[in-house]
């Protein structure tokens, strides 16, 4: 079956614009979670959502923000980009329900730029 | 707050031999669960071993496995006959089992394999 979609692999910001960042997760999965990596900081919990619901958020400011839609797919948006934002954006699904306990699936992230 | 720490930033070793990875937490927890992942230069993030706490023996997947010391907080990782495709960044990962659904991971150990 399919594995977790990220789109697009590679996007190039300028500062002060935003951005919305797509993920696909493997069919059945209700479970989506995006992570922001960095060389310096590592990987950062964002927030995960279920059923269309965010259950959790990472401390993060408020101009990141996401949604889930009704199959499952997931978007995050940051706003008003700074230089800092620049990172790999990791989006990882489970099937929910206790799911992740046997571990999260990741997608291929996409690639961040901002100048 | 759950800490990993990952003291390698990088390790080598020759084809065909073990290497050992290693990996401590801070946590008040007496239930929750560790994981093990990959990160090849295709950026995404594969599940390699997952380990539950409660479990006291240790979990094995084909030629890689772990030691998981609870009372130490300790949880490396055992590769043997060690592969060039193993190469890759290593993240040992913290999920509680609270329901708050996010990874805490490590800063990462690069490994590389020497033909």
């Known amino acids: 079956k399919a594995g977790v979609t990220q789109t697009p692999r590679y996007l190039i910001k300028t500062r002060g614009q935003q951005v919305t960042l797509s993920c696909s997760p493997i069919?059945?999965?209700?479970?989506v979670s995006w992570y922001q990596q960095t060389p310096g900081q590592g990987l950062q919990f964002l927030f995960e959502y279920f059923s269309e619901t965010q259950r959790n958020k990472g401390n993060f400011p408020g101009r990141f923000s996401g949604r889930q839609f009704s199959n499952s797919r997931s978007e995050m948006n940051v706003s008003t980009l700074e230089l800092g934002d620049s990172a790999l954006y990791l989006c990882a699904s489970n099937r929910g329900l206790g799911g992740a306990n046997y571990g999260y699936t990741f997608g291929s992230g996409t690639r961040l730029t901002v100048v | 707050a759950q800490t990993v720490t990952q003291s390698q930033p990088e390790m080598s070793v020759q084809e065909a031999e073990t290497v050992t990875l290693s990996c401590t937490y801070d946590?008040?927890?007496?239930?929750?669960?560790l994981f093990w992942y990959k990160q090849p230069p295709s950026r995404q993030m594969i599940l390699v071993i997952r380990?539950?706490?409660?479990?006291?023996q240790n979990a094995t997947e084909n030629r890689f496995s772990v030691n998981f010391q609870k009372a130490a907080k300790s949880f490396s990782l055992k590769i043997s006959d060690s592969q060039l495709g193993d190469a890759a960044m290593y993240f040992c990962a913290y999920r509680s089992s609270d329901g708050a659904q996010k990874l805490v991971f490590g800063q990462g150990t690069r490994l590389t394999i020497n033909p």
């Open positions: 380990q539950e706490a409660y479990k006291q």
């Open positions: 946590t008040s927890e007496s239930d929750y669960y």
């Open positions: 069919s059945g999965h209700r479970s």
